[in-house]
């Protein structure tokens, strides 16, 4: 149990469909990543937000975009969803103690 | 050159031996080292870090690295069936330097035969 809650689990959308994913964080874990996982791949870092800002952002496009609440949750938003845009998505909060990266269960998107 | 290499594997080794797995790393820079444990439709769980040369022994697993070498290791003892999983090496993004922001590999499966 790493504290780090995401929703929904699964989902299936079609292309050029939008996309909201969800994650909830440990309460005093200010940086939140977020991580593609396609099959047999290893996670791929999307972006980071500290403190509610954008501090980090991986090779995605811009239709790949976030936010961070003051209540340590935070979405992801992903527009005209592309078929290889199906993998299974990760939220990862940081402990600001150890630096240590805890990860949700990841929503496992499909796209048709 | 990819940033973080593994051997896809899949590895398979008899219950009660050791498993080896392997990761490289493209970075000279790189100060820090993590490996992740990720069960089969799970999430990515953090079994190991290392920060200096050496060996790090937590139980049954020691994490190896060889800065000169841009190698790092795992190595699991009197391997379980439950070790049964993909083992993921991570490393700080080069570019980024920040140990929040992290490039994996792609993983080796692993397999603990009965």
């Known amino acids: 149990e790493t504290g780090v809650t995401q929703s929904p689990t699964h989902l299936i959308k079609t292309r050029g469909q939008q996309v909201t994913l969800r994650c909830s964080s440990q309460?005093?874990?200010?940086?939140v990543s977020w991580y593609q996982q396609a099959l047999g791949q290893g996670p791929q870092f999307i972006f980071q937000?500290?403190?509610?800002?954008?501090?980090g952002r991986g090779n995605f496009p811009p239709r790949f975009s976030g936010l961070q609440f003051p209540n340590y949750s935070s979405e992801l938003n992903v527009n005209a969803l592309e078929l290889d845009d199906s993998a299974l998505y990760l939220c990862?909060?940081?402990?600001?103690?150890?630096?240590?990266?805890?990860f949700g269960e990841g929503s496992r998107l499909t796209v048709l | 050159q990819k940033e973080v290499e593994q051997n896809s594997g899949p590895l398979s080794v008899p219950e009660g031996a050791i498993a080896s797995l392997n990761c490289t790393y493209s970075?000279?820079?790189?100060?820090?080292f993590f490996w992740y444990r990720q069960y089969s439709g799970k999430s990515p769980e953090l079994i190991m870090s290392?920060?200096?040369?050496g060996d790090k022994e937590d139980g049954r697993f020691t994490a190896q690295l060889n800065k000169a070498s841009q190698y790092v290791s795992l190595l699991i003892r009197d391997s379980q069936p439950s070790d049964s999983a993909t083992y993921l090496c991570?490393?700080?993004?080069?570019?980024?330097?920040?140990?929040?922001?992290?490039?994996f590999g792609s993983g080796t499966q692993l397999t603990v035969l009965p």
């Open positions: 970075d000279r820079g790189s100060q820090s």
């Open positions: 290392i920060y200096s040369n």
């Open positions: 937000y500290y403190r509610e800002e954008e501090n």
């Open positions: 990862a909060s940081r402990s600001e103690g150890t630096g240590e990266l805890f």
């Open positions: 991570a490393v700080p993004h080069p570019r980024r330097g920040s140990a929040r922001q992290l490039t």
């Open positions: 309460s005093g874990h200010n940086t």
